[in-house]
């Protein structure tokens, strides 16, 4: 999943011992420890949600080149534009149509209709069946709203991922119009009162940056996989990791 300012450079070759080193970590704290995961481009990859806007665009637009939109197209994160000449618009002809096709984008991409579209980044559901395993507390904390709930469970269970009840929980946004970072940043006292928070999950920088600050002690796991564009470095003790496939 290329991205302009992806941080792939900082993956190192025993990435996978690291995820291993968290399960390790969560088999001995049991229930008393807590492991956070964000959604999107994170255990999800939602490209395909992506493309299929700019397919149904593309047929009510009477753009041709669009309708033939396909996941590998986003070449450039969550880069529309970049996504509409990589389908065989012009700059020029990209330029001239991204305002309508961000607001066509805009209305169905957060909802439940559309979020079913998401596939699994490779290697979640089988990681994250192995922590929900370790007894411990698995907290879904997405910047998700709360309407996008029934396709969200619905998307966990289509990718085979552990769904909320039990050990496993799903925190989401009251509404779309809060913003992410500040939403996240308030539920990270909902973490903490679950327990120990071990280890967390996250594509945007920001937001990894934010867990590595707020719980030192925890490991903080920054996926490179795609983000919303903005320059941020990582702090240092951040690891960077490609997916989840590994050997546990």
């Known amino acids: 999943m290329p991205q302009l300012n992806d941080h792939r450079h900082r ?13 390790d ?17 994170t255990v999800f990859d939602n490209r395909p949600r992506q493309a299929r806007i700019i397919r149904e665009f593309g047929a009510q637009a009477k753009l041709a080149a669009l309708t033939r939109c396909a996941p590998e197209h986003f070449v450039s994160g969550w880069d529309l534009k970049a996504a509409m000449v990589a389908c065989g618009l012009s700059e020029d ?9 961000k607001a066509f984008w805009a209305s169905r991409f957060f909802t439940s209709e559309y979020c079913v579209d998401d596939v699994a980044i490779a290697g979640a559901p089988e990681f994250l069946k192995a ?21 969200t469970v619905e998307c966990l269970q289509k990718c085979g991922m552990p ?11 009251p509404t779309l119009r809060e913003d992410d970072d500040a939403f996240k940043r308030v539920a ?23 867990y590595a600050t707020r ?29 989840f496939r590994a050997t546990w």
């Open 11 to 23: 993956i190192k070759p025993d990435w996978a011992a690291s995820l291993r080193a968290v399960l």
């Open 25 to 41: 970590a969560a088999r001995l704290a049991g229930s008393t420890g807590v492991l956070a995961f964000d959604l999107d481009s």
């Open 93 to 101: 002809e990209a330029e001239a149509r991204y305002k309508d096709t």
């Open 131 to 151: 922590c929900v395993d370790t007894r411990a507390q698995v907290a879904y904390l997405t910047g998700r709203h709360e309407e996008m709930r029934r396709g």
């Open 163 to 173: 769904v909320p009840g039990g050990n496993v929980h799903l925190i989401m946004k």
């Open 188 to 210: 990270h006292a909902r973490v903490e009162s679950m327990g120990e928070l071990l280890a967390a999950f996250d594509n945007e920088p920001t937001h990894a940056n934010d």
């Open 215 to 243: 719980f030192p002690r925890a490991v903080v796991v920054h996926l490179a996989t795609d983000h919303s564009g903005r320059a941020v470095d990582l702090i240092e003790r951040v690891i960077s990791v490609p997916d």
